[in-house]
């Protein structure tokens, strides 16, 4: 049994072998003969016996199993061939204490290897152990997909389905509220109610402290409140004695201590400068008629960082002065940083010539950082660095004051010399600045003239273009008037009054005079006749409603009959610019409005489209060409400059005349005011009997423009103009002899 006992678990080899040993046992006490003892044998009990232990055996090498493979159970192996034909030469209890039995705890590689033994469990053996071990591999992992089979073929467990998950972060959620518990507040009643006995403070509430309390109400307002152990205590604070002379603290660490020296007081004189360097000297208030010996300390030793302040006189630092060896051996780390501050502090004060200034050594220490980054000296920082910058600031700002200094007069000749560059610089740049000027508005101007010419140019042409295709369409219009006239037709009345500009401007009512010609809708009485009226206002649906209940009453006036009322709507139109609404002070004509709609201007292609139609306007504009060209219709009417000739007042009295029309005396065609006096002072003399003529501008309408004057009013030799008429009579009166003699 014992010859692989290297290769193999000895406690498992030798319980098997055990075993296999009860059972030889077992079976030769089964066959043994009972004749050659002499004596009788309990065969009933050794069975017993050995059952009982084969059975512990067995439940032991069953635990041990469990324990080296990690699982509960292991699985069944058959008996029969767990049994070798060997002879055991073990001698083991039949039972054994299971609290002395220890497992060894070793990897599944080592307990289980291969026994080399001949029968029928070292053969078996390998592949129970590789199943044993793939079984508890798989038990051991729950995320193996034969988990769930193998516990079911061995505990007989069906074990649920569960999905498998995604791990997912746990996300701290925002929780609303308060982070601390509720504290004790009394009600709001409690608080006002001078006679509520308070309640009892509870220790935590008085460990939140006695603001907290009074803010909740614990304690009222108006209670006197007494420390048990209060955190000011009062104590007399020491005062100086007037007796006794007042000494600075020394509060410089720095300082080496040396014995004190025996000074007498009033041996000792300073001169001003020394006391100037000492800074301000200590007062005592000793009496000066006695000789008094008192104990002193070195000046270094009581000094403070901030008193470390020196003078400098005349631009030159005294480098022997106590002051300055003072602040230098406090501050000598950053020396080299200070002496090149302390040059250009030297430099500064003898450029000004300033004689005398009181460096403080604490500024310049912390201006350093500054003066290290810019390495300039500017007058601000110079002044920030002085005890008394107010004085030297008036030195600095006296007129001249650098000149005073070093190099004083090379600095005034380079201040001259370049004034004067400046001022003619200056100059030179104003003259400059005014040419530039100059070409800039000339240039522009020149812009605005070529702009201006290209554009009237281009209008040139394109009312040449209308003014062409106008007399195209008047021609067509002539040769088919009399077929349009009988035929269906749309007629656009356009009532605009294309008046010169000023003319326009100075009538406040101007859009509600070219509206005046609301009459020519009544053209629809005309059966084969349909108006499209371009309006100068925005007309309302009241509006509309009532002009297509007037005009529908045609039929029943005629028959007398009101049930023969028609319904015209359709044959009529009223269409408003848009930019009425854009232009409103403009004072444009209707035509100039209409060309600016393109939107009435659509609808008007929409409501013309295959039909017949021309154009009937007010005062003709050249605008009302541009709008015909755009519509590409006829207008019935003669050309703008025509239209405007005759209908002035000149251009009225050249057609009465040429209609041999009687008129009143008077003259028109008049352009100059000389011409106009002569000619009123010849109608007045040819004239005597009419006492006022009346003055009208050409272009003028509706009454504008017009002036009257009384002869006798105004003329003095009136009366005697009368008495020479009368001597050469009326006829000869006329002539021109007679008029040349009486005046």
């Given at each position: ?265 009033e041996a000792t004189k300073f001169s001003p400068k020394k006391r100037r360097s000492q800074g ?311 035509a100039t409005y209409l060309m600016y709609s ?146």
């Open positions: 049994m014992a010859q692989d006992a290297d290769s193999c678990d000895p406690i498992g080899t030798i319980l098997i072998q055990v075993h296999e040993d009860l059972y030889q046992l077992k079976e030769k006490l089964t066959n043994f003969p009972l004749e050659e003892k002499g004596e009788a044998l309990n065969i009933q009990n050794l069975e017993t016996a050995i059952k009982r232990t084969e059975m512990g055996l067995r439940i032991h090498i069953e635990k041990y199993l469990n324990v080296v493979n990690h699982n509960v159970l292991t699985t069944p192996v058959n008996d029969d061939n767990l049994y070798s034909p060997h002879t055991s030469s073990w001698l083991l209890p039949a039972v054994i204490d299971q609290k002395s039995f220890v497992f060894p705890l070793e990897s599944e590689g080592k307990l289980w290897q291969t026994q080399r033994q001949h029968g029928t469990f070292p053969h078996a053996f390998p592949k129970i152990k590789q199943k044993i071990g793939l079984n508890v591999k798989i038990m051991q992992d729950p995320e193996n997909i034969h988990h769930r089979a193998a516990v079911n073929a061995n505990y007989g467990i069906s074990l649920p389905y569960i999905n498998q998950r995604k791990a997912c972060v746990k996300v701290q959620k925002l929780i609303k509220g308060s982070t601390i518990a509720n504290l004790t507040v009394p009600p709001t009643s409690h608080r006002t109610d001078p006679y509520f006995t308070p309640i009892p403070v509870p220790q935590a509430d008085a460990r939140k402290g006695i603001l907290s309390m009074i803010e909740r109400g614990l304690i009222p307002p108006t209670a006197r409140i007494t420390f048990q152990n209060p955190p000011i205590i009062p104590r007399a604070a020491p005062l100086h004695n007037l007796d006794e002379a007042h000494k600075i603290p020394t509060a410089a660490p720095f300082t080496i201590p040396q014995k004190p020296q025996l000074i007498p007081v301000k000297g200590k007062r005592s208030r000793g009496h000066h008629d006695r000789k008094i010996m008192k104990v002193t300390t070195p000046l270094t030793a009581v000094k403070s960082p901030w008193d470390y302040d020196f003078f400098i006189y005349n631009g030159v630092i005294d480098k022997t002065s106590t002051d300055f060896l003072a602040f230098k051996e406090h501050f000598h780390l950053s020396w080299g940083s200070i002496f090149s501050l302390l040059e250009h502090v030297e430099k500064f004060l003898r450029d000004y010539a300033i004689p005398e200034v009181k460096i403080k050594g604490n500024n310049l220490v912390a201006f350093l950082p500054e003066f290290e980054l810019k390495h300039r000296l500017t007058r601000y920082d110079f002044l920030s660095l002085l005890e008394n910058p107010i004085h030297i600031q008036m030195m600095l700002n006296i007129p001249g004051q650098r000149y005073k200094g070093q190099d004083g007069r090379s600095e005034a000749a380079n201040k001259i010399r370049a004034t004067w560059k400046c001022f003619k610089a200056r100059k030179l740049f104003l003259i400059y600045r005014q040419q530039k000027w100059a070409s800039g508005v000339i240039a522009i101007a020149w812009l605005l003239h070529c702009h201006k010419t290209r554009v009237k140019k281009i209008l040139k042409e394109s009312r040449e273009r209308h003014l062409e295709n106008f007399r195209i369409r008047a021609k067509h219009l002539a040769a088919n008037w009399n077929r349009i006239r009988t035929s269906r037709r749309t007629i656009i009345h356009i009532p605009s009054l294309g008046y010169s500009l000023p003319v326009r401007q100075n009538i406040d009512d101007f859009n509600i005079r070219q509206n005046m010609q609301l009459g020519r809708l009544c053209d629809i009485l005309d059966a084969n006749v349909s108006v499209i009226y371009i309006c100068s206002h925005q007309m309302n649906d009241e509006l509309l409603l009532y002009y297509n209940k007037i005009l529908s009453l045609q039929a029943a006036v005629k028959s007398g009959n009101l049930e023969d009322r028609s319904d015209l709507q359709d044959r009529f139109k009223i269409i408003t610019p848009e930019a009425i609404n854009i232009f409103p002070k403009h004072h444009m004509c209707l393109p939107k009435a201007i659509k609808r008007i292609k929409n409501l013309i489209q295959g039909k017949q139609a021309y154009i009937v306007s007010g005062l003709l504009h050249r605008d009302d060409l541009a709008v015909a060209d755009m519509l590409n219709i006829p207008i019935l009417g003669p050309e703008p400059e025509i239209a405007h000739l005759y209908s002035s007042k000149s251009g009225s009295k050249w057609v009465f005349d040429s209609a041999d029309v009687p008129v009143p005396p008077g003259v028109y065609g008049i352009y100059r005011h000389q011409q106009m006096l002569e000619q009123l002072g010849q109608l007045v003399i040819d004239h005597l009997e009419i006492q006022r003529w009346l003055f009208k501008m050409d272009y003028e309408f509706g009454g504008n423009g017009t002036a009257f004057c009384d002869i006798p009013s105004h003329l003095e030799c009136y009366d005697w103009f009368l008495k020479e008429r009368s001597r050469y009579g009326y006829e000869d009166w006329r002539k021109k002899w007679a008029q040349d003699c009486g005046c």
